[in-house]
């Protein structure tokens, strides 16, 4: 098997993306897709300087993935630190990137977008 073909095999049930904002990397999300079409789609989202978050969707006839990103960027609240150095702007981009992301049936991808910011499959 070549190294395209064990790529291909390794991460045949993921894919994932940089968030970008002025030229500047603010986050990845990832997405594990299940097996089968009806079970759970894990979201992983992570804004530079903060911790990761987990989101999932389960089920099938709609979106999961933007449902998942939903979900994760709910969270994102939680994992906010108090006067983080190394990033100046991670509250910035983390409530502009909760506040973007909507289960109201636009592509998640669309709502970051929208919401001035760039994205990038990488996987």
């Known amino acids: 098997m070549n190294v395209y073909e064990q790529h291909d095999k390794h991460f045949d049930l993921v894919s ?3 968030i970008v904002k002025d030229g500047a990397l ?3 999300i990832a997405f594990k897709f299940p097996k089968d079409g009806a079970g759970r789609l ?9 911790q990761m978050v987990r989101g999932v969707a389960s089920g099938y006839g709609y979106d999961k993935r933007s449902a998942a990103a939903w979900s994760a960027s709910k969270l994102i609240d939680a994992t906010l630190p108090v006067g983080q150095a190394f990033n100046p702007n991670p509250y910035t981009h ?3 990137i909760k506040a973007a992301i909507k289960d109201a049936g636009y592509d998640w991808q669309h709502d970051l977008r929208d919401a001035g910011f760039e994205v990038w499959q990488a996987v």
Do not use: D, Q, R
């Not at 894990?42 to 903060?50: F, K, M, N, Q, R």
């Open 94 to 96: 983390a409530t502009t």
């Open 26 to 28: 603010v986050g990845k």
């Open 42 to 50: 894990y979201c992983y989202l992570h804004v530079t300087g903060l």
């Open 16 to 18: 994932a993306f940089v």
